[in-house]
């Protein structure tokens, strides 16, 4: 069973950067498919980015692609979100999810792993 940690959070303007880090233990972290998601007050968890296994393919929401890149190291046992030109609307808490398994997922009840989050918080 894995355990998840997200960092990396925090306070920036409009246009600016943040990476999140997600470290994964207990687990052979090239086992999980992972993905991103967020939720803001108020607001359902919504998907934002989920990467496979190996790294080789990724998929994005229409929101954040192109500011976005998800990436993973294996040897690390880490995941990654590089988030640019941040937008107000990119507030929310982010959290990292996995699942075992070869394919990717965008609805939240289709990981079975999660962090605890981390708040990112955008003012204009």
């Known amino acids: 069973q894995v355990q998840l940690v997200e960092s990396g959070g925090g306070l920036v303007q409009a246009g600016g950067s943040l990476r999140l880090s997600c470290a994964a233990s207990?687990?052979?972290?090239?086992?999980?498919?992972m993905g991103w998601f967020r939720q803001a007050p108020g607001k359902e968890r919504e998907f934002v980015a989920t990467i496979s296994r190996t790294g080789g393919t990724t998929l994005y929401a229409d929101s954040v692609k192109g500011r976005f890149t998800i990436s993973r190291d294996n040897a690390k046992n880490t995941m990654y979100l590089q988030m640019n030109s941040l937008k107000p609307e990119d507030t929310a808490v982010y959290y990292c999810a996995a699942r075992i398994s070869y394919n990717l997922y965008r609805r939240p009840n289709e990981y079975n792993y999660w962090g605890q989050g981390t708040q990112v918080t955008v003012s204009s």
């Open positions: 207990g687990g052979t972290f090239s086992s999980y498919g």
